[in-house]
């Protein structure tokens, strides 16, 4: 169990980090593209991939390109989320992002909904809308500002993160390699987060780009230590799957309310539960 733990702490700290970043004047940006070169130094070392294995199969090379744009993007993206809409709200926003593929699949793809998963994906609906529901607090003139479009960052997270876990299945079907699909995508991500940081013509912090050496730390260890934790239960995927998405949500409702002070509805707090239980309705069997 200390597997799930420690990649829940790794994703909840990720967006501490990301909650933490304006206070310090840190630029995201950078911290993010320096987020994928250690990433990818740790999974060469820890995960030991072979890219040109990914590079030589029957992968669909549009699919790594669009990792690439996306990976960064979303990253990015969640950054303004959680700085405007807080951990709590979007920590659940993207992990009620596993509907997209679901919907996915039966409203392009055709397939059934069995009668558990139909109340899962309208209980998951619920939730979301809940979600977005802005704290009375928002309103004040003094922080209006800064949460305007708090609920476009948390919907356009919720689809980024869907999008992402789409491909990622895609690249899965199509045989290729996990370890050396993330080294490709990180790749191209980090790339492209480059290209864009010289054409703002960037003014480059030291203390920005260090700070993506923890970035990147935390990401990739939530990655390394889900992935343990589903060898480590390879017979209970259900257990892995639904105690990451449920112990995210609770833990980042827990610093976000508890720590950071963030003010929450009657809404948004029904609206974790019910993620929680849309959660645990949508899980694979």
């Known amino acids: ?5 420690f990649s829940i702490v790794c994703s909840v700290g990720v967006s501490i980090f990301l909650k933490l970043a304006r206070r310090y004047q840190l630029d995201v940006g950078q911290a993010v593209a320096i987020n994928y070169l250690t990433a990818i130094s740790l999974c060469l070392l820890l995960l030991r991939p072979d890219p040109m294995s990914v590079l030589a199969g029957n992968t669909p090379f549009w699919v790594l390109g669009s990792l690439g744009f996306l990976l960064p993007s979303v990253f990015v993206i969640m950054g303004k989320a959680v700085e405007q809409a807080g951990i ?44 977005l529901s802005r704290p ?52 191209i991500a980090g790339l492209v987060m480059l290209a864009w940081l010289l ?19 935390l990401n990739f260890s939530n990655i390394y230590f889900y992935i343990r934790a589903h060898q480590h239960y390879s017979e209970n995927p259900t257990l892995v799957f639904s105690a990451m998405n449920i112990g995210v949500i609770s833990m980042g409702t827990l610093i976000g309310a508890g720590f950071f002070k963030e003010k929450l509805s009657w809404l948004n707090i029904i609206g974790i539960v019910l993620a929680v239980g849309a959660i645990l309705l949508l899980f694979p069997r």
């Not at 699949?105 to 609906?125: D, P």
């Not at 993506?212 to 730390?217: F, K, Q, R, S, Y």
């Open 199 to 217: 054409l703002q013509r960037t003014r480059w912090s030291t203390r920005s780009l260090l700070s993506g050496v923890l970035l990147g730390a």
């Open 136 to 187: 009375k607090a928002a309103t004040n003139t003094l922080t209006q500002p800064r949460n305007n479009h708090a609920s476009l960052w948390l919907v356009v997270v919720w689809v980024g993160f869907g999008v992402i876990d789409i491909l990622f299945k895609q690249l899965s079907k199509a045989g290729a390699q996990f370890a050396g699909s993330l080294v490709v995508s990180f790749t």
């Open 88 to 131: 709590v709200r979007s920590d659940a926003a993207q992990r009620l992002s596993l509907l997209i593929p679901l919907l996915a699949a039966v409203l392009i793809f055709g397939e059934s909904i069995s009668g558990t998963k139909g109340y899962g994906i309208a209980l998951a609906l619920l939730a979301l809308l809940c979600l």
């Open 1 to 5: 169990m200390h597997l799930l733990l």
